[in-house]
């Protein structure tokens, strides 16, 4: 796997996957587009929330929509790295089963998700979910 990420201007950049697609990354805290930081976030909810997704539909689980919160607590020394992430999985469906859930959510956390194994050696990684009948 290969990218590419090319300067903007000012503190804007373009990544570019292999694949051809395109994102905007904003060095200056995220004015303009997403930081690299808040980037890493939103990789880590969509890696997980693909496992958690495709592990209910296997199990029949009756799922409508899947959202994640990630809160990210930073630590306040320079380079400021994540110290504590919490992913919050809010399930929506018909009759969706708990035990399933809580399942999926550590096959993730624990197995799956590609991004959380990466910095599950530097990151204290946290997770709960929360189930809305539909």
């Known amino acids: 796997m290969k990218a590419t990420v090319k300067w903007l201007g000012e503190e804007l950049f373009m990544g570019t996957s292999e694949s051809g697609h395109t994102l905007v990354l904003d060095a200056n805290g995220g004015a303009l587009a997403p930081s690299p930081l808040e980037n890493v ?24 929509n899947c959202v994640v919160e990630i809160t990210g607590t930073r630590v306040d020394t320079v380079p400021k790295l994540f110290s504590d992430i919490h992913l919050r999985f809010v399930i929506t469906g018909t009759d969706v089963e708990a035990k399933h ?32 009948n539909a």
Not at 48 to 56: A, H, R, W
Not at 101 to 129: P, Q, T, W
């Open 41 to 64: 976030l939103l990789s880590l909810g969509g890696c997980s929330s693909v496992d958690v997704v495709s592990i209910l539909k296997k199990t029949r689980q009756q799922v409508s």
């Open 101 to 132: 859930v809580e399942r999926a959510v550590a096959l993730s956390a624990d197995k799956y998700c590609s991004v959380a194994l990466m910095l599950a050696g530097k990151v204290n990684i946290s997770h709960d979910f929360k189930i809305i």
